[in-house]
């Protein structure tokens, strides 16, 4: 195939600020022969997430016959973020033909550093004891508190006993891509979840992603976050900051998108909301719980169990209703039910009507 768009950049890095930003140009000429409508695109490499590094102005642009553009990106990366280097490229594609026509930037990086820590004060020698007083009435208070609480992991309830272990490196559930879970608008999508790793991309239950067209549907972790939402060319979704205690342990997550906002619920309880006018987008791709659709990256490693997916947006009650129990099959909206309790066996049962049944790949069963 011809070449279609010529990417160049001046550097191959990006300078960042004390505040974790930047920003970088790349040149996009056209090399089709002829005028054209191009639209760019950010696309991660490795454990970069999108939002960190936008387009400034239109991501469509008219280019030309051999003409030029510059494309101004910014890089935002938020607190706490893992050091280490982030890279990505720009691609481009015609508009009128992105599965022909398009080219792919060169890399580019970011280094990610700590802050250098702040001179240590001095401690001031005394203690009041009224401090220690109010600490042990608080260990005493909690400590009785917890004797009464027999809510399992994370106070969330019952805890699975049968579930499959993920090794955060190959293993998943091929789901293929049943017509029955191809839908969009509303969605709820939610599991238990025992994390290993909470670093990089862990992908709970996937849908994609694709660049030609962009699409993308996810329950997971990244950089120590918790999040759902779609992608479409532009994020759309929510993320909370994954509570320390959850390493390990069972938790409850669920996400939600009720038609104006996407929302995130911990072991039944709201931790984060953000208003949206996009829920799920159109995608053509396979569904995957562990990894990505199709498999090959972003592999969760940890357990997980329960796992189900609604064409409606459940409310917080049937939340906490049904998180302690198996709804039923011709539930209103219930499009996918893999409980991941079989406990031995390559296949793991959709209870739902649609019987999307996944394929193990390489997880593993875990019991008590």
Known sequence: MPR???????????????????????????????????????EPEGQLQRGWVMISGEAERELALDGTQNYAVKVSTPPGVPEGT????????????????????????????????????????????????????????????????????????????????????????????????????NVTIEAWIRPSTTGGFHDILAHGYTLQPFGELYLRIFAGTYQVGSWNGVDHGVSARMPSEDAGQWVHLAGVYDGTHWRLYRNGEEVASR????????????????????????????????????????????????????????????????????????????????QAHGVLRGADWSTP
């Open 86 to 185: 982030y890279s990505f490229r720009l691609v481009v594609v015609d508009v009128a033909n992105p599965d022909e026509e398009f080219a792919i930037g060169p890399s580019v990086a970011f280094q990610v550093q700590r802050p250098a820590a702040p001179p240590r004060k001095r401690f001031p020698i005394w203690i009041p004891l009224s401090a220690v007083a109010v600490l042990l009435l608080g260990i005493v208070t909690t400590a009785l508190l917890l004797r009464g609480d027999d809510s399992g992991a994370g106070g969330s309830g019952a805890t699975p006993t049968v579930s499959l272990s993920f090794d955060g490196q190959r293993s998943y559930v091929d789901l293929g891509q049943p017509r029955a879970l191809d839908f969009t608008g």
């Open 4 to 42: 279609s768009f010529a990417i160049t950049t001046s550097v191959p890095s990006v300078p960042l600020n004390g505040s974790g930003q930047g920003e970088f140009t790349f040149t996009v000429s056209n090399a089709l022969g002829r005028p054209v409508r191009a639209r760019a695109v950010i």
């Open 275 to 354: 208003p949206d006018p996009v829920g799920v987008v159109s995608v053509n791709a396979p569904w995957a719980i562990g990894a990505r659709g199709g498999g090959t990256e972003r592999f969760f490693h940890g357990d997980i169990a329960e796992v189900r997916l609604w064409s409606v947006a459940r409310t917080p009650a049937q939340l906490r209703e049904d998180m302690r129990r198996a709804p039923r099959e011709d539930t209103e909206g219930l499009v996918g039910s893999w409980p991941l309790s079989e406990g031995r066996g390559a296949i793991a049962g959709d209870r739902s009507r649609s």
